[in-house]
Nanobody, 125 residues
Framework: QAQLVESGGGLVQAGGSLRLSCTASGPGFSWYAMGWFRQAPGKEREFVAGTSFTGFRTYYADSVKGRFTISRDNAKSTVYLQMNSLKPEDTAIYYC??????????????????WGQGTQVTVSS
């Protein structure tokens, strides 16, 4: 099972930007779809963005379309989430996750089985 470590969270004003990174240990990073999820206080964890194992396909929650961009660098075993035009409602703990099976597309319906420890993103108004 992969170990995933997120970084890049922090405190930012509304309208600002952050870039989250998630680096995976272990072999085979390029075989798996990856995703970003978030959980705000008192709410269920929700899908934010996903990328196929190749990186050619990406998927986004409606709430972040046009503002967030997911990308991956398979040579560095790292997936990124560029977050622009941040809003207070984006405040949450952000988690990266890896698909359970290889060659996935990274859709919200994928079965993500390995999770990072999360990184806090706080957007002030």
């Amino acid at each position: 099972q992969a170990q995933l470590v997120e970084s890049g969270g922090g405190l930012v004003q509304a309208g600002g930007s952050l870039r989250l990174s998630c680096t995976a240990s272990g072999p085979g990073f390029s075989w798996y779809a990856m995703g970003w999820f978030r959980q705000a206080p008192g709410k269920e964890r929700e899908f934010v963005a996903g990328t196929s194992f190749t990186g050619f396909r990406t998927y986004y929650a409606d709430s972040v379309k046009g503002r967030f961009t997911i990308s991956r660098d398979n040579a560095k075993s790292t997936v990124y989430l560029q977050m622009n035009s941040l809003k207070p409602e984006d405040t949450a703990i952000y988690y990266c996750a890896r698909d359970r099976v290889i060659n996935g597309m990274g859709t919200p319906e994928n079965d993500f089985g390995s999770w990072g420890q999360g990184t806090q993103v706080t957007v002030s108004s």
